[in-house]
């Protein structure tokens, strides 16, 4: 901060300057001795001729007075920037940001420096000044011990629409757009829970925002939208996209088809979404891995290949197949099954044809069937290398293992089964339930069309 001693030189120096004023302009504002929180009342009446005398007046070190007086705080901790900024009066602060520009990252007591102050004013020609003399004070949160929030934020908070968006004209990132709050709310979860539908309209329409962003409740801005419709004494209000302010005027488009139309997502939906995508990454990358180990056992089979002509024999051939003919067709059988299976599973999962979760399991039950042949390709390989008076042994261990492989395949089968029979007993409950409901409702609507055909016939009696 300003030292005391340039302090009392910079007011001295605005006494003797406002006293030559006065005698020209009695109009000008003078309060007696030049206190700490005059100036402060300068900005608020903004009495630019005040600011410009002491931005013309050479001080000491070769500063304005006004670079020391710009400093000065009144009791909630606000520099005349900060009153000039929220009061709109942007000559004082084009005079203020010339004589210091550091003023602009000064916080008041409530954490707000004077571009937040602006923002909640929605002061736009202030705002057009203090970017082009500091653009960081754009990017420092509101210091509210706990709580901080982005000057996004203060936007939609004051449905400030249209200095939100000269602020994203400005800062064209994604970053910028995406910063979160406190609660880890994007300004499309606040707009959202404060029902500014302007701002929710513009922030889909023409930013880079991250529509299925989650806060730290782990919600989107699509689950806040649906509960506050829940909530909303008007739901309709909410379908229409239609403000307090403008009930009566028609909107073309609804808020969630809005949204859907974005590809926003609930939570829920969103969980199920990245479970598809991480079990499409996880099964290409078991497909290609089996894929490399399928084709490098065909095309170098256990035992190697025949390096002459000799013996019935030609080069090239794999030794296995003279050796061991009868393990060798299993062996080349199992081998070309797992590649197959693995080819198919890379070409369904590039395709991006396979997205549901059903499909996915179809894949799951292909790439267990090319796991089981490797592992049966495995068990012909080790015969091979094994000498024959092991093999006894190894042919134990051979049974023993494929037993337990398919005593898991079994437990997995069943468990998977369980759920899918659950699964579709749950989806025919559902579907009796909505059938009941429908023709409950039919039967209802359809009662007053029968009873008056009786009605006239009883009429005609009585007559």
Same mark, same amino acid.
């Given at each position: 901060?300003?030292?005391?001693?340039?302090?009392?030189?910079?007011?001295?120096?605005?006494?003797? $300057?406002?006293?030559?004023?006065?005698?020209? =302009?009695?109009?000008?504002?003078?309060?007696? #001795? +030049?206190?700490?929180?005059?100036? *402060?009342?300068?900005?608020?009446?903004?009495?630019?001729?005040?600011?410009?005398?002491? $931005?013309? /007046?050479?001080?000491?070190?070769?500063?304005?007075?006004?670079?020391?007086?710009?400093?000065?705080?009144?009791?909630?901790?606000?520099?005349?920037? *900060?009153?000039? $900024?929220?009061?709109?009066?942007?000559?004082?602060?084009?005079?203020?940001?010339?004589? =210091?520009?550091?003023?602009?990252?000064?916080?008041?007591?409530? %954490?707000?420096?004077?571009? *937040?102050?602006?923002?909640?004013?929605?002061?736009?020609?202030?705002?057009?000044?203090?970017?082009?003399?500091?653009?960081?004070?754009?990017?420092? !949160?509101?210091?509210? %011990?706990?709580?901080?929030?982005?000057?996004?934020?203060?936007?939609?908070?004051?449905?400030?629409?249209? +200095?939100?968006?000269?602020?994203?004209?400005?800062?064209?990132? &994604?970053? +910028?757009?995406?910063?979160?709050?406190?609660?880890?709310?994007?300004?499309?979860?606040?707009?959202?829970?404060?029902?500014?539908?302007?701002?929710?309209?513009?922030?889909?329409?023409?930013?880079?925002?991250?529509?299925?962003?989650?806060?730290? $409740?782990?919600? !989107?801005?699509?689950?806040?939208?649906?509960?506050?419709?829940?909530?909303?004494?008007?739901?309709?209000?909410? &379908?229409?996209?239609?403000?307090?302010?403008?009930?009566?005027?028609?909107?073309?488009?609804?808020?969630?088809?809005?949204?859907?139309?974005?590809?926003?997502?609930?939570?829920?939906?969103?969980?199920?979404?990245?479970?598809?995508?991480?079990?499409?990454?996880?099964?290409?990358?078991?497909?290609?891995?089996?894929?490399?180990?399928?084709?490098?056992?065909?095309?170098?089979?256990?035992?190697?290949?025949?390096?002459?002509?000799?013996?019935?024999?030609?080069?090239?051939?794999?030794?296995?197949?003279? =050796?061991?003919?009868?393990?060798?067709?299993?062996?080349?059988?199992?081998?070309?099954?797992?590649?197959?299976?693995?080819?198919?599973?890379?070409?369904?999962?590039?395709?991006?044809?396979?997205?549901?979760? #059903?499909?996915?399991?179809?894949?799951?039950?292909?790439?267990?069937?090319?796991?089981?042949?490797?592992?049966?390709?495995?068990?012909?390989?080790?015969?091979? +290398?094994?000498?024959?008076?092991? /093999?006894?042994?190894?042919?134990?261990?051979?049974?023993?293992?494929?037993?337990?492989?398919?005593?898991?395949?079994?437990?997995?089968?069943?468990?998977?089964?369980?759920?899918?029979?659950?699964?579709?007993?749950?989806?025919?409950?559902?579907?009796?339930?909505?059938?009941?409901?429908?023709?409950?409702?039919?039967?209802?609507?359809?009662?007053?069309?029968?009873?008056?055909?009786?009605?006239?016939?009883?009429?005609?009696?009585?007559?």
């Amino acid at each position: 901060m300003v030292e005391r001693g340039d302090q009392e030189a910079a007011n001295k120096e605005l006494v003797d $300057s406002l006293r030559e004023e006065k005698e020209s =302009n009695p109009g000008l504002l003078v309060i007696g #001795y +030049f206190k700490w929180n005059d100036l *402060h009342l300068a900005a608020i009446k903004g009495e630019t001729k005040v600011f410009r005398i002491l $931005s013309e /007046r050479q001080g000491e070190h070769q500063r304005s007075p006004l670079h020391f007086l710009s400093e000065t705080l009144d009791s909630h901790q606000r520099s005349p920037l *900060h009153l000039a $900024s929220a009061h709109g009066h942007s000559e004082i602060v084009k005079l203020l940001v010339e004589a =210091n520009s550091k003023v602009c990252l000064a916080r008041d007591r409530d %954490g707000l420096n004077p571009l *937040h102050a602006a923002a909640v004013a929605g002061e736009l020609d202030v705002l057009e000044a203090l970017l082009k003399a500091n653009p960081c004070a754009a990017r420092v !949160t509101v210091d509210r %011990g706990r709580e901080r929030d982005t000057i996004l934020h203060l936007c939609v908070k004051y449905d400030q629409l249209e +200095f939100l968006k000269r602020l994203l004209e400005h800062f064209k990132g &994604e970053e +910028f757009v995406n910063t979160k709050d406190h609660s880890g709310n994007t300004i499309l979860h606040l707009a959202v829970a404060n029902k500014r539908f302007k701002i929710i309209k513009y922030v889909l329409g023409e930013t880079k925002i991250n529509v299925n962003a989650k806060n730290a $409740s782990n919600q !989107t801005a699509m689950d806040i939208l649906i509960r506050g419709r829940g909530e909303s004494t008007k739901p309709e209000d909410w &379908e229409l996209g239609i403000d307090d302010q403008e009930r009566t005027e028609p909107e073309e488009h609804g808020i969630e088809e809005l949204f859907r139309a974005k590809k926003g997502k609930r939570e829920k939906d969103l969980t199920h979404y990245e479970w598809i995508e991480n079990k499409r990454k996880s099964l290409t990358i078991v497909a290609i891995l089996l894929a490399t180990i399928a084709f490098q056992a065909g095309v170098n089979p256990p035992g190697g290949v025949w390096l002459d002509n000799l013996n019935g024999h030609q080069a090239g051939e794999a030794v296995m197949a003279y =050796n061991h003919p009868h393990s060798y067709p299993y062996f080349i059988c199992c081998n070309t099954i797992g590649f197959v299976a693995s080819l198919i599973t890379i070409t369904c999962l590039i395709s991006g044809v396979f997205k549901n979760r #059903y499909y996915l399991v179809m894949l799951v039950v292909v790439m267990c069937i090319s796991i089981t042949s490797m592992a049966f390709t495995y068990a012909y390989a080790i015969v091979v +290398f094994t000498p024959k008076w092991k /093999r006894e042994a190894v042919n134990h261990t051979i049974v023993v293992a494929v037993i337990v492989w398919f005593g898991v395949q079994v437990i997995i089968l069943l468990f998977h089964g369980n759920r899918w029979i659950r699964d579709i007993a749950e989806n025919r409950a559902k579907a009796v339930r909505w059938i009941r409901r429908s023709g409950h409702g039919i039967s209802h609507r359809e009662e007053p069309k029968s009873q008056t055909p009786s009605l006239a016939g009883a009429t005609e009696e009585a007559v």
